[in-house]
């Protein structure tokens, strides 16, 4: 790890911490009660907001940042591709193969009685839980961003923006924790891997 810069490490920091709390949480507490605490926690103006970071994690961003890449950083574009189809392709893999009969928190939890807070207009799918597409895609995002800037502040910003978008999944009732734990471990895994493939093969020129 000595050639990853502090805002990585500080990133890889927070990763661990979400990663840490969120399994204890999960292994703590029943799906039942997570959501209970999570989605009942809602007010017009955090619904605005996690929808905002939610949209974070779609395809646009990612796509802007590889044209920054591809125009300013071009070291970085390939390990970047690379792992945004590691990551993404083993997401899709694992939701429409593996767990392809997952059922997603609205339809896990039908017969339930409950009274949700769902937002306005927001489309609620039924299947495909398990991972979180949209977590794994913010966790390797950031890596790169937190790769780019370099200081130890802007890794933990970009941590922080990261698990806000997998904490956004949950509060809009598209995943339960746990899914927003694996995709983030994805995410993170697939951006190391290139990442330091890369490195190794610039140290060897």
Not at 9 to 24: H, S
Not at 180 to 199: D, N
């Amino acid at each position: 790890m000595k050639h990853w810069s502090p805002a990585v490490k500080a990133f890889l920091g927070i990763f661990i911490l979400f990663e840490v709390v969120g399994w204890f949480f999960v292994g703590s507490t029943e799906r039942l009660n997570q959501l209970l605490l999570i989605n009942g926690a809602n007010n017009a103006f955090v619904d605005i907001v996690f929808q905002g970071l939610t949209s974070i994690a779609e395809v646009v961003l990612p796509i802007l940042l590889l044209v920054y890449l591809i125009r300013f950083q071009k070291a970085y574009a390939l390990p970047y591709v690379y792992s945004y189809a590691l990551s993404t392709g083993l997401i899709q893999i694992l939701k429409h193969f593996v767990f392809s009969e997952a059922l997603r928190p609205l339809a896990y939890f039908a017969s339930s009685g409950l009274k949700w807070h769902l937002v306005e207009g927001l489309p609620i799918h039924s299947y495909n839980s398990m991972p979180s597409g949209h977590t794994g895609a913010a966790f390797f995002m950031f890596f790169w961003v937190a790769v780019l800037l370099r200081r130890r502040h802007w890794g933990l910003f970009a941590g922080l923006i990261a698990v806000g978008v997998a904490y956004s999944r949950v509060y809009l009732f598209q995943h339960f924790p746990v899914d927003t734990l694996v995709g983030a471990a994805i995410g993170v895994s697939s951006s190391a891997l290139f990442y330091s493939i890369h490195y190794a093969k610039s140290s060897s020129k």
